[in-house]
């Protein structure tokens, strides 16, 4: 298990929205744990927690894409150096995502999280075979976080 100085450089901010997020210490050690697998050095991890309509702004701003979208990852890094990370989740998709899906809110939220983590180790999700990668990846990861 993670030491607590570096389970302290995961950290979760929530930006005018309410989110049920238990467990946190656990996540964040299970968060490092995946980083560990995936043979990725991490520095540090921020997850934002925000509205669609803040998300719209920064995919707009950063990315040039003018659509709603449940997740979006940075690495603030300089090449060949540790992770550090920002990853932005819109509540309201997630929320949306999991009544499409026919899922439980908290286990769509922590999929979309592992998902952000995912990108950071170096998954892409782009191409048919990406995806389909992440996805088993994320899988992989719901059921052990769940077992």
């Known amino acids: 298990m993670p030491d ?7 950290q979760f901010h929530f930006l005018k929205v309410r989110v049920t ?17 995936e043979k990725t050095q991490l520095a540090a991890l921020q997850f934002i927690f925000c509205s669609d309509e803040h998300l ?4 707009q701003q950063f990315l040039q894409h003018n659509y709603y979208t449940d997740i979006v990852t940075f690495n603030l890094a300089n090449k060949n150096k540790p ?3 920002e ?3 819109s509540i309201d998709r997630v929320r949306d995502n999991a009544t499409s899906l026919q899922q439980y809110v908290y286990i769509e939220m922590h999929r979309v999280i592992f998902h952000g983590a995912l990108h950071l180790c170096g998954y892409k999700d782009k191409l048919a ?8 990846r994320e899988n992989h990861y ?5 077992k």
């Open 4 to 10: 607590k100085v570096a389970i302290s450089n995961v």
């Open 21 to 37: 997020l238990k467990e946190r210490q656990r996540l964040k050690a299970f968060l490092l744990d995946i980083f560990k697998k």
């Open 56 to 59: 719209l702004g920064i995919n």
């Open 83 to 85: 992770v550090d990370g």
């Open 87 to 89: 990853i932005y989740i």
């Open 129 to 136: 075979k990406d995806i389909a990668l992440m996805r088993q």
């Open 142 to 146: 719901l059921k052990l976080y769940y």
